[in-house]
């Protein structure tokens, strides 16, 4: 009987490709899914020191569900450093404007806070509309 751990290497990691459609989901729950993904997790070679995490392509991110209180009093707040630099926006009014950075920020905020979840990031490509330039890596639905 072997006693030996089995750890993944970095040129044995398989990457894969994910679509998700948000039309109409919760962003916390779908943005948790996402997280996981990314992160690897769901693969039975998660190594929590290795990015061995899939792309994932969201799709129609201006249907986002979000509800009525939390578009009203959710605040993104960012200070520039210098005197009057602070800045505050509501959700609802981002959800306007920049829909994918809504989704982008909720799926940071559930990814590791080091070099790692950065690059763990760089492999989800949000988009407001159907549409996605993605179609040549082939991507599956994310059950």
Known sequence: MSTKTYTVRESEIERRWYVVDVADETLGRIASRIARVLEGKHKPTYTPNLDSGDH?????????????????????????????????????????RRPEEVIRRAVKGMLPRNRLGVQQLRKLKVYPGTDHPHQAQRPEPLA
């Not at 939390?70 to 609802?92: D, M, N, V, W």
């Open 56 to 96: 994932v392509i969201v799709l129609n991110a201006s249907r986002i569900a979000v509800s009525s209180n939390k578009r009203e009093t959710k605040l993104y707040i960012r200070h520039s450093g210098h005197p009057q630099g602070y800045k505050e926006e509501t959700l609802g009014h981002l959800l306007e």
